[in-house]
């Protein structure tokens, strides 16, 4: 598939999920995203159509993480994702909101050092990876509070790593949480400090959602957005 091509398929599946793309935006996807299809012939870094660029593919790595990317409030400045694998929906997101300084954490070598790499082929300033489990990084007092944004999706759910990864959230920070239609609404089984924030759909292609759990200050009650 040629650049004018995987332009074209990019831009009309944007406009289809409503969403505008710059040109640079666009050319800095599209090279994150070849880069992904030639490391994914040596690692398994995504079970997705790489080499056609399938619509799906499309959707899930980089349109929905631009959707989600709307959610992001302003004056968010550091972003920590957890199990970032393949670099979506991170990478995408960071693309989308430049001011961001994010930390990806991936525990596997070869799947960090493509990450590295990525960050250095599309030019993404101000991020970096860590090459570990999150739970090791529980260890750096320096990451602590330390985060506007916390995302996950390619990662198993549960009350005690909810409750560790806030650890690394501001107070008022949000836990961005990659659902698809199958998975629980936490809503109602969230750890505190946590609280459910808010449900937006995402993609219907893919019947995603993304649920925004918020760390609430030592006393205050829980105040769901839009309220």
């Keep these: 598939m040629t650049s004018r091509e995987f332009q074209d398929r990019l831009t009309r599946r944007a406009k289809r999920a409503g ?35 399938a619509p799906e593919t499309i959707d899930r790595l980089l349109i929905e993480p631009l959707i989600a990317a709307r959610h992001i409030p302003a004056g968010t400045t550091r972003m920590l994702d957890v199990g970032s694998g393949g670099g979506s929906p991170a990478i995408p997101m960071a693309l989308a909101v430049p001011s961001i300084r994010l930390l990806m954490v991936e525990s596997k070598t070869r799947k960090s050092v493509f990450l590295r790499e990525a960050i250095r082929a599309i030019g993404l300033e101000g991020a970096d990876v860590a090459a570990s489990r999150f739970e090791e990084l529980l260890a750096r007092p320096d990451l602590h509070e330390a985060h506007d944004l916390v995302t996950i ?12 990864l806030q650890a690394f959230l501001r107070p008022r920070g949000l836990l961005f949480l990659f659902r698809g239609t199958t998975a629980a609404d936490p809503s109602e089984t969230v750890p505190p400090p946590l609280a ?10 893919l019947r995603s959602r993304l649920v925004l759990l918020e760390k609430r200050p030592v006393g205050q009650p829980r105040v769901p957005r839009g309220t």
């Excluded at 299809?37 to 079970?47: A, D, F, Y």
């Excluded at 999706?153 to 560790?164: G, I, K, M, Q, Y």
Aim: no cysteine; glycine share 2%.
């Design 153 to 164: 999706r390619a990662v198993r759910v549960e009350p005690r790593v909810l409750s560790n």
């Design 196 to 205: 459910w924030s808010a449900t937006y759909p995402l993609l219907e292609s």
């Design 19 to 53: 969403v505008t793309l710059a040109p640079e935006l666009a050319a800095r996807l599209e090279t994150y995203l070849r880069l992904l299809e030639t490391w994914n012939r040596k690692i398994n870094l995504t079970g997705l159509n790489l080499t056609e660029a």
